[in-house]
């Protein structure tokens, strides 16, 4: 079956960075969409980050200039670089995964894939 398991996150100062990983069994990556949302407490799901099955990758607001999504296939693990974190930040981080569509799309929001991690928590104090 398909797995996917987060690590990475922690607790940090405003400015801090994180890296977070996401290794996946069961799927092979490099035929999959792939993408990072978060949840806080009280608000709904958020998309973080995503490739387009072209690769590029397509960010959440505020967040492109700050954040870089990166995958490596040989290890089938997905990465989300987080850099001058801040206080709004603090969510559970999911990493999650998608079959594209017959025409070889990923169409869905990043929010709507089918198979997520357990996430991992990422805590920005001010």
């Known amino acids: 079956q398909v797995r996917l398991v987060e690590s990475g996150g922690g607790s940090v100062p405003a400015g801090g960075s994180l890296r977070l990983s996401c290794v996946v069994s069961?799927?092979?990556?490099?035929?999959?969409?792939l993408g990072w949302l978060r949840q806080a407490p009280g608000h709904s799901r958020e998309a973080v980050a995503h490739?387009?099955?072209?690769?590029?990758?397509i960010y959440g607001d505020a967040m492109e200039d700050r954040f870089t999504i990166a995958q490596d296939y040989a290890l089938n693990t997905l990465y989300l670089q987080m850099n001058g974190l801040k206080p709004e930040d603090t969510a559970m981080y999911y990493c999650?995964?998608?079959?594209?569509?017959?025409?070889?799309?990923?169409?869905?929001?990043?929010?709507?894939?089918?198979?997520w991690g357990q996430g991992t928590q990422v805590t920005v104090s001010s």
């Open positions: 490739f387009t099955r072209a690769g590029i990758a």
């Open positions: 999650a995964i998608d079959r594209p569509s017959d025409a070889g799309t990923c169409y869905k929001a990043v929010t709507a894939y089918t198979w």
């Open positions: 069961g799927f092979d990556i490099s035929a999959a969409c």
